[in-house]
């Protein structure tokens, strides 16, 4: 059984997602979803404990060598990866009962739970393959799910954001499918590994700078890298509280791996910083990104608008790591991705309880609301603290390594700058602090609505766990650091 | 163009005459799949769609500029890009020097399947299959999300308004349809099964189905047709499909061999090959078939509440 | 030059078009219709990269040799799945903005968002 753990990853939740069509109880689908996604989790647990030890771990599907079959390719990054998806979901699925109980009608939450197990098998699948169409096929995967539950919203900008999204992803997916078409007809092969080895061959041609161009170009769009980040707002805005609170803490991060994984290991270090001005590129999307998306976060008056913006700009800053080109840069990137997943895992999560409690996200409508709600607002103000990168938090860690890579480059402007942009997450994480805290309750009984309580349990666990695995990674940064270093290492000098 | 009936039809047309320069090009499977996929159910799904949207299009809301820049250079990154490619038609070109001489010379002897497309699909790059198998799947499900009717609002609807049956008036197709369906269903079969040996598969089989059962459901209302074909039985049919493929590999991790592997099926590899490759392609024929019931069902029904909607009101 | 390479030039112009439409047009259907057209010009990309002079389809036949290279067709295969996929969901959700909104125009509707914030 251990040796085809690295199948049933994938597996356990891509078969769980039919059964749970089954299941006509809302309450069972429920339970369903979250012990499937807790297997998931041990097993990536497990995954992550035999790549540490022995290394990369091949899985020959079908029993045909790669590069005639497809093969599953788990090393230190992939691990890493999916333990963060498999336990972000985990986690997120205790509390989604209790949200969607309020935001989708109940004859719709059977399939919610379907399209939820089908996202995680399909980001689990991009993470674990070692084959460039079979990441296509599983990117589809996500994205389709992504772009039906995010219409579940009940606003009607729902659906209008999913359907923007859709038709970005669509092209983005398809620019990928070019890139992928031209390296074929270049190299004749679609496993990653080769691919790596027969492209130095080719590498000189203008058809696989085309063919890297689109890919990178695909990427980013999923990525939501300025300026391609249109999407992600309004999509992340108008989903499901629950929905916002997954996919925020994952599927940019399956795109970041994507974005790592073609530098890297496909076309290798030395073609993709001399052949496009990548490292450039990068630098200057990302800064721009960072800045953008921070100054507009200011200005939100709806608080899941203004997660989101804060989003992009930490796309922006790891993106930037990636742009360094060296193991600290790396590192950096890969640790301040393990503290965004959980960060604003926590934050979505936090938000979903208010939306339970209260019905709005307006900053407006947070007046006093940290009295009323205390252990809710002050998970949102420990979230919001990671965000800044203060002391004693995973994003501190992270923003940390970042200034020291940037430094030990010679990019001194650059750390310059990331640590201006901190001071811009201040003002839009003070001016909730400020509502929260110091502003006198909202005259609740005279708009009919009830003072606010204490959000449930449901909502309160997770929450918390994500919180407290924040502030526990932040203090003990071994085991973090550890694997983000092994591997960075592991990507940097194996890359050719 | 302003209107979209048109529109639709011309790229219903595009979708035809890329299914024969696909069989200009020797590329069958792709041909058939083509034809009945983006000709047929694509045309249908659209036209349904913009009955419900509106037919013409109200005003001629351009944004050329941008369109015209980004179009520019994406095409002329493109065509940059094939300034290095193999001449179109070379036998040297890395493409086909490399992977795949195998499968054309060897998949005959390790699958024992003749059409070299099948087994690749099916067994050497199976996972794939799968993968495409719960993508359509997962379109299915949310366009269940998205547009299915809640089972109070079908109840509802009066038996007589929502037979929109044409039997009464258009008896001649009445009876050509009667007696075209089991000769529809029966090439379906055909095609599942006659995979192996010539062009065909789960996926073309399952799509030519439930052209079947559209034409069915078309002809004699989507009340009958819904009588026919229960919604619970094919959403759960569809599942079953999924996860007849998914036990399959399952069956093979049980064995001994690696996910997907066939060859420990049976004490015969190539008997077992047959018989894995009969499997998958079963689930992905009753998958696929589900799933574009379910998807028509779900835009027809629609359109029915909305026109019942209508008549209600008028 | 030109002779070897007009397949690939045809399928690029064809693309394009597909890709002008999706960006330019406002109404939900068409950019549909639009992106069917890029993704549909794309598969012929892939199946032009496939096929080799004076082959045939690539189903073991006695007597012939020359075969054409399957892969691609295997890949396109799936990628037509996903076309539909797509499609569909596309489709359904332009219904629902329809109704929601009133209309599938890009314009009308962001002027209706745009008074409600």
New interface residues.
Partial sequence: MLTHLVILQVIVPLLAAPLCLFLTSSRLSWFFALISSLITCVISILLLQQVMTVGTIVYELGDWNAPWGIEYRIDKLSAYLLIIISSISTVVLLAAQTSIEEEIPQDRHNVFYVLYLLSLAGMLGIVATGDVFNVFVFLEITSLSAYSLIALGRDRRALWASYQYLIMGTIGATFILIGIGLMYQMTGTLNMNDLSVRLREVDQTRTIFVAFSFIFVGICLKLALFPLHFWLPNAYAYAPSIVTAFFAATSTKVAIYLLIRFTFSVFGLSYSFTALPLQTLLLVLGLLGIFVASIAAIYQQNVKHLFAYSSIAQIGYMVVGISMNTTMGLMATLLHLFNHALMKGALFLALAALIYQTGSVRLSDFQGLGRQMPLTMAAIVLGGLSLIGVPLTVGFVSKWYLVLAAIEVGWWPVAVLMLVASLLAIIYVWRIVEIAYFSPPANGMAQGREIAKEAPLAFLIPVWLLVSSNIYFGIDTRLSVQVAQAASQSLIGLSP | MKDLFAVVMLSGIYSLLSACFFVAMNAVDVAITEASVGACISTLLMLTAITMTGNCKKRDYHKPLTALLVVSVTGGLLIYGTLDMPYFGSAEAPAHVHVAPRYINDSFQETGVVNMVTAILASYRAFDTLGEVVVIFTAGIGVLALISASPTAREDATSGAANHSMHEQHLSLRITTKMLLPFIMLFAFYVQFHGDFGPGGGFQAGVIFSAAIVLYSMLFGLRTARRVINQTFTKLFAAFGILLYGSTGLISLQNGGRFLDYNFFLNDPIAGQHLGILLIELGVGCTVASTMIIIIFSFTGRLEDLQNRKNGQA | ?LM??????IV??L??IG??I????????????G??????S????????????G??????TEGVNH???????????????????????????????????G???????QKK?NK?C
């Fill in positions: 030059m070897g390479l007009y397949n690939y030039w690029v112009i693309m394009m890709l002008y999706v960006i330019a047009h406002g109404n939900l259907i068409k950019k549909i219709v992106l069917n057209i890029f993704q549909t794309v598969f012929i990309l892939y199946i032009s990269i496939a096929k080799i002079d082959d045939t389809a690539p189903i073991l075969y054409s290279n399957p892969l691609p067709h295997v890949l396109i295969l799936t990628a037509i799945v996903v076309c539909i996929a797509t499609t569909a969901l596309g489709l359904a959700l332009a219904v629902r903005i329809k109704e929601a909104y209309s599938a125009e890009e314009e009308d509707i968002d409600e």
